[in-house]
């Protein structure tokens, strides 16, 4: 039995313990034995705050063991897995620690806040032979899914052009606070950018215009051009500063030689060019669920992840610093050298 400890028990931390329970009530070979927050006592009597429900509202956690320090947990469990739901600029130096002890390591996106922290989360779970995965949990999204295989397989033709978006208001506590989080750009962004990443390749070059408007945060609002050998148009946007209660949004048009598949409202709708149009047929499970269980698996098997590798998630977020670099030269094209992974 793979023992599991959850450090950080805000919305992610949340979010992931409602699927862990899910997976043990069907019959996973798991146990979530402890839960590690530096304010737990305040977060166990208190509401999530994120931009997706979470399935409570208040968590009673009587039944597991609760630090309020990672040296602690470490001294009194014996884990085979912890999983990382800590604020960005924490990722680095906790992983490290975690894998050099042999831990298993799920580490919540983005991997780290630079992509040298991130290579050097690379080099340490290479170096301890210990697993490591980045939750990029998009790539185990089916609505994502479903655009990857038909990228793949070419059943519709070549990509033509592509545009993605995801927008919520503002966040809230250390995702303002720009040198924690990296700002809208960073934190929400990275998601559609891993995508991009995932689906098409690395870019040759970006070029984003981009605005601070938070003060104390980043780049809260971003938009970004990518450029690829065959011409085709991609563009992704993020804004976290939309007003009143908009609500969280996040979708995809995307248009290929013999269909556009479009993503919003939670479905996928396929308009062929010589057939009529369709709802695609979906997953209910969530890519947090799926995400989850991909990774036990892959840790309880002994195999090694391919679906999102940390290689890949630092890549992803070298294209980020790309288009951070182009927005601080106010749009100016920005070249990525080399080729990544999108494993």
């Known amino acids: 039995m793979l023992k599991i400890g959850l450090l950080g028990f805000g919305f992610m931390g949340r979010m992931h313990f409602d699927n862990y329970m899910r997976l043990m009530d069907e019959g996973a070979d798991i146990e979530l034995a402890a839960i590690c927050d530096i304010r737990i006592d305040e977060l166990k009597e208190s509401k999530a705050n994120g931009n997706m429900a979470t399935e409570r509202e208040v968590y009673d956690l009587t039944p597991y ?40 390591v799920l580490c919540e996106k983005p991997i780290a806040g630079s992509s040298e922290e991130g290579w050097r989360m690379v080099k340490a779970a290479e170096r301890t032979g210990a697993t490591l995965m980045i939750g990029q949990c998009l790539r185990f999204w089916p609505a994502y899914e479903y655009l990857k295989a038909c990228v793949e397989d070419g059943r519709y033709g070549q990509i033509v052009a592509g545009e993605f978006f995801r927008g919520s208001e503002p966040p809230k506590g250390w995702f303002l606070e720009g040198d924690k989080s990296g ?21 040759q070059h970006v070029s984003t215009f981009a605005k601070n408007i938070i003060e104390g945060s980043s780049y809260d609002i971003v938009s970004t051009h990518y ?5 085709k148009v991609i563009t992704a946007r993020a804004d976290w500063t939309l007003h009143g209660d908009h609500g969280f949004y996040m979708g995809y048009r995307v248009n ?15 308009y062929p060019e010589d057939a009529p149009g369709f709802t695609a047929e979906l997953s209910g499970d ?10 036990i698996d892959s840790v309880s098997q002994g195999k090694a992840v391919t679906v999102c590798t940390p290689e890949s998630a630092v890549g992803s977020l070298e294209i980020i610093e790309a288009e951070i670099r182009s927005a601080n030269a106010q749009g100016a094209l920005e070249a990525l050298s080399g080729k990544q992974s999108v494993s």
């Not at 320090?69 to 800590?86: A, Q, S």
């Not at 890519?287 to 990774?295: I, M, S």
Request: glycine share 6%; with cysteine; charged share 25%.
């Open 65 to 104: 063991r609760l630090y309020d320090h990672i040296d602690r947990m470490l001294e009194n469990e014996e884990l085979d897995i912890v999983d990382v739901c800590l604020p960005t600029y924490l990722h680095a130096d906790m992983t490290c620690m975690l894998l050099e002890r042999g831990i298993h």
């Open 183 to 203: 700002g809208c750009i960073t934190d929400m962004h990275v998601h559609d950018v891993d995508m991009i990443h995932w689906l098409f390749g690395r870019p």
């Open 227 to 231: 450029s690829y050998p065959d011409g």
């Open 256 to 270: 290929l030689e013999q269909a556009t598949i479009v993503f919003e409202n939670n479905e996928v709708k396929v």
């Open 286 to 295: 969530s890519g947090y669920y799926r995400e989850l269980r991909y990774f």
